[in-house]
């Protein structure tokens, strides 16, 4: 990364930056009398420019203040989830492998990696963010962005299970993605088609990650196909993986409603080889349509071959497939649906729901985005947890978030 700065510091002193940007403030909290009110505010910071006629540049920082709420918070002890995750020192399972595989979790959560965990309402410590920084350069028949970017694949709104290189937090389906130290060639293969190539660099070229995304489409319909070795998850003892993975999305007639699926299969990748036992697979398929009131009606459903079909079967694995994002969650099937409307331009009514399946738990998300002015808005949002203690969002408190921002 210090490389790249210093490559686009001579590019500042040429170019004609563009800089934007907002400032973002919230509390939130836990509905248990113990639990303290958490805040945090944070400061983003865009800069944008044009490098002549050879292509541009874009950087995003981020400060982040934050203080009160940890993942901790949110869990309940007496539940499922609290059982796995509150440790004791020098606990055991009698796996040798297992138990090194939970020491790794516990680093990452004192380290902080551990913010997609599901239901989480938190955010990290005190830090510098360097979310985006990269060079587009443009040629005739080719275009490249070099340094840490945005890749987003897949066509799926909670779920995308084509997506290796973003961790999702379905009950926060528009959070930002982080930025991937990646470098990214685009070929255009015609008006609407063309191919992504991803090389994502690890240590060496063994714990590389990268990818093959060939796009096109027809009427109303876009497709995709895309193939990625995955080496993303390996600080977490995960084995590396290939992924074959297809997307589609479109209207099922004129103005009639709009579908979106994906799949993808994983096969554990050693030696050359791929293990044809390992096979795993995920599926995705949602449907939505906005009625002639202006109400959003959405639904969408998963399966993932790697979750567990029921609560009995819970474990220590299902907590660290779901920290490390090869799962959404513990289960095997999920749902998730919502609507919205607008009461008018300035204030917008929103209520999700993602239900677990297998042990028929279930998150209620209502929100209201509220747009005082051209450049500042507000949105207040909750989740309300129902299940026994022994299902999965059983296990987390209710929470309630309410977030101020302000563009410049």
Same mark, same amino acid.
């Given at each position: 990364?210090?490389?790249?700065?210093?490559?686009?510091?001579?590019?500042?002193?040429? /170019?004609?930056?563009?800089?934007?940007?907002?400032?973002?403030?919230?509390?939130?909290?836990?509905?248990?009398?113990?639990?303290?009110?958490?805040?945090?505010?944070?400061?983003?910071?865009?800069?944008?420019?044009?490098?002549?006629?050879?292509?541009?540049?874009?950087?995003?920082?981020?400060?982040?203040?934050?203080?009160?709420?940890?993942?901790?918070?949110?869990?309940?002890?007496?539940?499922?989830?609290?059982?796995?995750?509150?440790?004791?020192?020098?606990?055991?399972?009698?796996?040798?492998?297992?138990?090194?595989?939970?020491?790794?979790?516990?680093?990452?959560?004192?380290?902080?990696?551990?913010?997609?965990?599901?239901?989480?309402?938190?955010?990290?410590?005190?830090?510098?963010?360097?979310?985006?920084?990269?060079?587009?350069?443009?040629?005739?028949?080719?275009?490249?962005?070099?340094?840490?970017?945005?890749?987003?694949?897949?066509?799926?709104?909670?779920?995308?299970?084509?997506?290796?290189?973003?961790?999702?937090?379905?009950?926060?389906?528009?959070?930002?993605?982080?930025?991937?130290?990646?470098?990214?060639?685009?070929?255009?293969?015609?008006?609407?088609?063309? /191919?992504?190539?991803?090389?994502?660099?690890?240590?060496?070229?063994?714990?590389?990650?990268?990818?093959?995304?060939?796009?096109?489409?027809?009427?109303?319909?876009?497709?995709?196909?895309?193939?990625?070795?995955?080496?993303?998850?390996?600080?977490?003892?995960?084995?590396?993986?290939?992924?074959?993975?297809?997307?589609? /999305?479109?209207?099922?007639?004129?103005?009639?409603?709009?579908?979106?699926?994906?799949?993808?299969?994983?096969?554990?990748?050693?030696?050359?080889?791929?293990?044809?036992?390992?096979?795993?697979?995920?599926?995705?398929?949602?449907?939505?349509?906005?009625?002639?009131?202006?109400?959003?009606?959405?639904?969408?459903?998963?399966?993932?071959?790697?979750?567990?079909?029921?609560?009995?079967?819970?474990?220590?694995?299902?907590?660290?497939?779901?920290?490390?994002?090869?799962?959404?969650?513990?289960?095997?099937?999920?749902?998730?649906?919502?609507?919205?409307?607008?009461?008018?331009?300035?204030?917008?009514?929103?209520?999700?729901?993602?239900?677990?399946?297998?042990?028929?738990?279930?998150?209620?998300?209502?929100?209201?985005?509220?747009?005082?002015?051209?450049?500042?808005?507000?949105?207040?949002?909750?989740?309300?947890?129902?299940?026994?203690?022994?299902?999965?969002?059983?296990?987390?408190?209710?929470?309630?978030?309410?977030?101020?921002? /302000?563009?410049?």
């Amino acid at each position: 990364m210090k490389y790249l700065i210093f490559m686009i510091y001579p590019i500042l002193l040429y /170019a004609y930056p563009d800089f934007s940007g907002k400032v973002e403030a919230g509390l939130n909290s836990v509905l248990q009398k113990e639990t303290p009110l958490g805040y945090y505010s944070k400061i983003e910071l865009q800069i944008d420019g044009n490098i002549d006629n050879y292509g541009s540049f874009e950087a995003i920082a981020i400060l982040k203040n934050s203080k009160g709420l940890n993942e901790l918070n949110v869990i309940k002890k007496k539940s499922i989830i609290g059982e796995l995750f509150y440790l004791e020192s020098g606990f055991s399972t009698g796996n040798d492998q297992l138990d090194e595989l939970i020491t790794i979790l516990t680093k990452m959560y004192e380290d902080g990696k551990l913010n997609n965990l599901l239901n989480s309402k938190t955010y990290p410590d005190d830090q510098i963010v360097l979310d985006r920084l990269l060079i587009n350069l443009n040629t005739k028949y080719v275009d490249f962005r070099i340094g840490r970017q945005q890749i987003a694949w897949g066509t799926g709104y909670a779920f995308n299970p084509t997506d290796i290189w973003n961790m999702k937090n379905p009950l926060d389906p528009m959070a930002p993605k982080l930025g991937v130290m990646a470098i990214k060639t685009e070929v255009p293969l015609g008006d609407i088609s063309g /191919a992504d190539i991803v090389f994502s660099p690890g240590n060496d070229l063994r714990s590389s990650s990268y990818g093959l995304r060939v796009k096109s489409g027809f009427n109303s319909i876009d497709y995709s196909f895309s193939t990625v070795k995955n080496s993303l998850r390996k600080e977490l003892g995960a084995e590396d993986r290939v992924m074959f993975g297809i997307d589609v /999305a479109g209207q099922i007639w004129d103005e009639g409603p709009g579908f979106w699926s994906e799949s993808a299969t994983n096969y554990i990748y050693k030696n050359n080889n791929f293990d044809v036992d390992s096979l795993e697979y995920k599926i995705d398929f949602g449907i939505d349509y906005t009625l002639d009131n202006g109400l959003y009606l959405m639904s969408e459903y998963l399966f993932n071959s790697l979750g567990a079909g029921s609560k009995n079967e819970y474990s220590y694995y299902s907590l660290l497939k779901t920290a490390s994002g090869e799962l959404s969650g513990f289960a095997e099937q999920y749902l998730f649906n919502g609507c919205s409307y607008s009461l008018n331009s300035d204030v917008k009514l929103s209520l999700y729901s993602l239900v677990n399946l297998n042990d028929s738990s279930f998150a209620l998300l209502p929100e209201i985005n509220y747009i005082y002015s051209e450049n500042i808005e507000f949105k207040l949002n909750y989740i309300k947890n129902y299940g026994n203690y022994n299902t999965e969002y059983g296990s987390y408190e209710d929470s309630i978030s309410l977030i101020a921002t /302000a563009y410049f």
